[in-house]
């Protein structure tokens, strides 16, 4: 259109001038559409500002929804496309095993099964995997990641529906191994 709008204005009007236009135009709309693509392709890197770490999601289609200001809502880090939410919250009592069993026997109640340890490059890993259902009686599987550091323990919380999750179990992994802190 650009170059159908130049070229009925200027005194030269060949076929040629046209088409020369027209090819820049729609190469300049290709090149725009093939950045975008390969920016939604590419890893994208969120930072939860509660908990001071940061998180790589595998492809731009993750969003972070931010809790609003005075709110105790948390941050959570989402994909709709595969049904997965990530929250992060940092528990300072937390430091072994053994205490990450205790502090989870409290919350988890009946559906407490012990932690078992997972392998992360910057944190001492140790998971734990359960079934609950929502006040609405949806299942959702719930996996939570205790990643231990000198000083401080972060619970990386992942919701996903169960014929999600075995899909997923891939991604997620490669998620809480990129987990990093930001305050060092």
């Not at 259109?1 to 135009?25: E, L």
């Not at 990450?100 to 026997?105: D, E, K, L, R």
């Not at 009686?137 to 014929?163: A, H, M, S």
Request: aromatic content about 8%; hydrophobic content about 40%.
């Amino acid at each position: 259109m650009i170059s159908a709008i130049v070229c009925a204005f200027r005194k030269n009007k060949t076929k040629g001038c046209f088409i020369r236009g027209c090819s820049w135009v729609l190469g300049l709309v290709l090149l725009s559409s093939a950045g975008n693509a390969l920016r939604l392709m590419s890893p994208q890197r969120y930072q939860f500002a509660d908990t001071q770490v940061a998180i790589t999601a595998p492809d731009g289609y993750w969003k972070m929804a931010e809790a609003s200001k005075g709110s105790d809502a948390p941050e959570i880090l989402f994909s709709q496309d595969l049904s997965v939410a990530v929250v992060s919250k940092r528990i300072s009592a937390i430091h072994s095993l053994a205490d990450i069993n205790s502090y989870s026997q409290k919350i988890l109640g009946d559906q407490f099964e012990p932690a078992q340890r997972c392998n992360t490059e910057h944190f001492t890993c140790a998971h734990q995997e359960t079934t609950v259902e929502t006040s609405v009686g949806l299942l959702k599987d719930v996996d939570y990641f205790y990643l231990t550091d000198d000083k401080e323990t972060v619970i990386i919380t992942v919701i996903t529906t169960p014929e999600k999750h075995e899909q997923n179990r891939q991604a997620i992994m490669a998620m809480i191994n990129s987990v990093r802190s930001e305050t060092r």
